[in-house]
């Protein structure tokens, strides 16, 4: 059974970057059969993709965080990261880590981590 | 982007009662690959991530109970819980898979009433 765990800093100054990691067990980002995308979420809010990797080691980035958004993976710690530069009180969210499942390469989500909550504060 | 807009906000249903929750796509998300709507359902408790109830706008994911179903087609599609239970009480939300970036509905709420 796949299970995803997202850790990082639960607090980040403005202007400075969020870097988060995605700790995959059960699978395998090298099997090379899904790909493995940041999902974030607003208090109170609806959800908002964020990016996905493959794993060629490809990347698709949503194009409203496109300039700021980095997603990379550790194969040899079955680790997926995430960074975002420059952040602002915009981008306070539980972060959550997410397979896609589907026809590709837009997918549905299955599963998803428990979410880790950023906030963005001095 | 393709806006996924989602009716009603919230709904208080009677245990036992249907519920309905409608979602509407800015443009068509039928693909002719296979003739199938790109279409998926999360249910979101608090304090957890969503779980994937639908997907293909009506295909029920494996482990969800029978009385949530999915229907609708192109741009207009339905969440039907057939019998409210306790446990159904949660934000859902729809999320399309036609289009980059993939989007999501704003969510609608669901309590017992």
């Known amino acids: 059974q796949v299970q995803l765990q997202e850790s990082g800093p639960g607090l980040v100054k403005p202007s400075q970057t969020l870097s988060l990691t995605c700790t995959v067990s059960?699978?395998?980002?090298?099997?090379?059969?899904?790909?493995w995308s940041w999902i974030r979420q607003p208090a109170g809010k609806g959800l908002e993709w964020i990016g996905r990797m493959y794993a060629s080691g490809r990347t698709d980035y949503n194009p409203s965080l496109k300039s700021r958004v980095t997603i990379l993976v550790d194969t040899s710690k079955n680790q997926l990261s995430l960074k975002v530069t420059s952040v602002t009180a915009a981008d306070t969210a539980v972060y959550y880590c997410?397979?896609?499942?589907?026809?590709?390469?837009?997918?549905?989500?299955?599963?998803w981590g428990q979410g880790t909550l950023v906030t963005v504060s001095s | 982007d393709i806006i996924m807009t989602q009716s009603p906000d919230s709904l208080a249903v009677s245990l036992g009662e249907r519920a309905t929750i409608n979602c509407k796509s800015s443009q068509s998300v039928f693909t002719s690959s296979n003739n199938q709507n790109c279409l998926a359902w999360y249910q979101q408790k608090p304090g957890q991530p969503p779980n994937l109830l639908i997907y293909w706008a009506s295909t029920r994911e494996s482990g969800v109970p029978d009385r949530f179903s999915g229907s609708g087609s192109g741009t207009d599609f339905t969440l039907t819980i057939s019998s409210l239970q306790a446990e159904d009480v949660a934000v859902y939300y729809c999320q399309q898979y036609f289009g980059f970036p993939v989007t999501f509905g704003g969510g609608t709420k669901v309590e017992i009433k």
């Open positions: 997410a397979r896609d499942f589907g026809p590709s390469p837009n997918n549905w989500f299955d599963p």
């Open positions: 059960g699978d395998s980002f090298s099997s090379g059969n899904y790909q």
